[in-house]
């Protein structure tokens, strides 16, 4: 947005427009940057919610908030990994996956896995 408004300032200063229109741009720019903060701040409130339902019941019910998820994704894995209680519940997850759900702001569910052994694992986003 910085550019842009540069690019405001610039146009002001060539006597492209005057500085009763680069006042109205710029307060438009500024609108929309805080709209676009308001749209993250309000999804990361969101909440991650893992599932995993094991058929020798060791089930697992993990809310987590979004904020929180967004800080400690990678490491938290490479920890569940190493212990050998939940790495093979956390072995087929994809990192990226979650990442990028994250950065698009998705919602609902976003990761279904079955075992051949019955075991699930479900990970949304609500």
Same mark, same amino acid.
């Given at each position: ?36 903060? $308001? /749209?993250?701040? !309000?999804?990361? *409130?969101?909440? =991650? ?6 058929? #020798? ?29 939940? $790495? /093979?519940?956390? !072995?087929?997850? *994809?990192?990226? =996956? ?6 698009? #702001? ?21």
């Amino acid at each position: 947005m910085k550019e842009e408004i540069t690019k405001v300032l610039a146009l002001v200063q060539e006597g492209k427009i005057d500085a009763d229109k680069g006042s109205e741009l710029i307060e438009v720019l500024n609108q929309k940057e805080t709209d676009i903060q $308001e /749209k993250s701040s !309000k999804y990361l *409130d969101k909440t =991650l919610k893992v599932r995993i339902v094991s058929t #020798e019941n060791d089930n697992v019910t993990v809310n987590l908030p979004l904020k929180l998820v967004k800080v400690v994704l990678t490491a938290g894995h490479s920890i569940a990994a190493g212990i050998p209680q939940s $790495e /093979k519940y956390v !072995k087929d997850i *994809d990192i990226n =996956l979650l990442t990028e759900a994250i950065e698009n #702001e998705l919602e609902g569910q976003i990761i279904d896995i079955k075992s051949a052994n019955g075991d699930t694992v479900s990970v949304f986003i609500e």
